[in-house]
């Protein structure tokens, strides 16, 4: 049986690349903005889409905040891409009154020195993150103005821009990645096959 895989829609942006590749490599998956069905899905994706004050707003009042929780507390994986990446953590400098979902910790700041990181680049991944080492030669796709700080124990992946700062960070079945790896063509097909089996069969 195919395993299935919610992808939250926040009312804004297109998810059918995500959706599209995601069938391709298999699974069944779907766009919702309705959280009862959270409780159906083998893994949750908080897509790359929107503006952070914007989505949490939508999570909370759809009450996608309590269901993802519940999901997580079942053990069940969640991974966050880009803006889903920083919707995990406690909050994001793009929007001091909203509060992120806390399930990571840590929080996200504007670059300093340098403007918004956009195009390709390679990821050095953390062993702690179980993948094929062959990832770590990948180019992926970014596009992003705000990266995470915050501990280095659960930093999964760095890429430089200026300086080194976190491309993924999680722990135990939540994983977020700063990347777009359905817009990354191959090289990110490879990485959303390994990630996603490792999260669901772990």
Request: proline share 3%; hydrophobic share 40%.
């Amino acid at each position: 049986m195919k395993k299935s895989v919610l992808v939250v829609d926040y009312g804004f942006g297109n998810l059918s690349s995500i959706i599209y590749r995601l069938e391709k490599l298999g699974y069944k998956a779907w766009g919702t903005s309705n959280s009862k069905l959270v409780a159906n899905a083998d893994l949750v994706i908080l897509p790359g889409v929107g503006a952070f004050g914007a989505a949490m707003d939508f999570l909370e009042q759809s009450n996608f905040s309590s269901q993802i929780k519940e999901h997580v507390g079942n053990g069940k994986p969640l991974l966050g891409i880009c803006l889903g990446m920083q919707l995990l953590t406690k909050g994001s400098l793009e929007c001091v009154s909203a509060r992120g979902l806390g399930l990571l910790p840590g929080k996200f700041v504007p670059f300093s020195c340098h403007n918004a990181h956009t195009g390709w680049n390679t990821v050095t991944f953390s062993k702690d993150l179980d993948i094929s080492d062959s990832l770590n030669s990948c180019e992926y796709y970014f596009n992003h103005s705000f990266r995470y700080k915050g501990p280095d124990k659960i930093k999964l992946g760095q890429v430089k821009h200026g300086n080194q700062f976190a491309a993924a960070i999680g722990r135990k079945k939540i994983i977020g990645v700063q990347f777009h790896p359905e817009k990354s063509q191959q090289d990110g097909a490879k990485f959303l096959q390994n990630i996603l089996k490792n999260m669901i069969n772990a």
